[in-house]
């Protein structure tokens, strides 16, 4: 009877639920959430640099916003050209530098890709001077426009001398030739057909 007696408070010992350890239940309770936990381990976002400026097209040895050829103009005064060739040929000023004294000492104008620079005639020099200051030009500027006969009509407009009216050339452009109030010699030209050198013989003289 006595083991009969050991064997049912075994069995009703057995028949327990077993109570969860202690451990366990501080482990449970220190695991996050699933979302909170994914959110740890994403990675810190990087603040973005800021962009490293970009050095402009082209070689090193001439700024980017200048052409190889550029033609520099003696005249007589720098401001009163910038005004006229603005308001004759369209030309945007692109810098004024002025000198000491206020006036200007050099100046840049801007027409599509191409750039002109001005400067003034040097005081007792007779090496650089305007055309008008010695009678007579020894060089001349070509220059593309959108339309060669509104610019005419413009550039005459504002002053300037016409020294050859439009006229269809042999090499494909219409042109006029031009004298600035400083005497230098503008030839504007419209391409209106291709030039074939081999098979377009230019006029007699």
Known sequence: MAKKKKMQKKHKGGARTAKPKKASVRMASK????????????????????????????????????????PGLIVRDPAASLDFYARAFGFREKLRV??????????????????????????NSY??????????????????????????????????????PLTDQFWGDRTCKLRDPDGHIWQFATNKRPFDAAAVLPPAM
Do not use: N
């Open 127 to 164: 090496t650089s001077r305007a055309p008008s200051s010695v009678g007579a030009a020894t060089a001349g500027v070509y220059v593309y426009v959108e339309d060669v006969d509104r610019l005419f009509d413009q550039a005459t407009a504002a002053g300037a001398s016409v020294m050859e």
């Open 98 to 123: 002025p000198g000491p004294d206020g006036r200007v000492m050099h100046a840049e104008m801007k027409h599509q890709d191409g750039v002109i620079m001005l400067g003034p005639e040097p005081p």
């Open 31 to 70: 695991r996050k959430p699933a979302a909170k936990r994914a959110a740890a381990k994403k990675p810190a976002r990087r603040t973005a640099a800021a962009p490293r400026p970009r050095k402009p097209a082209g070689p090193s040895y001439k700024p980017g916003d200048m052409p190889f050829v550029t």
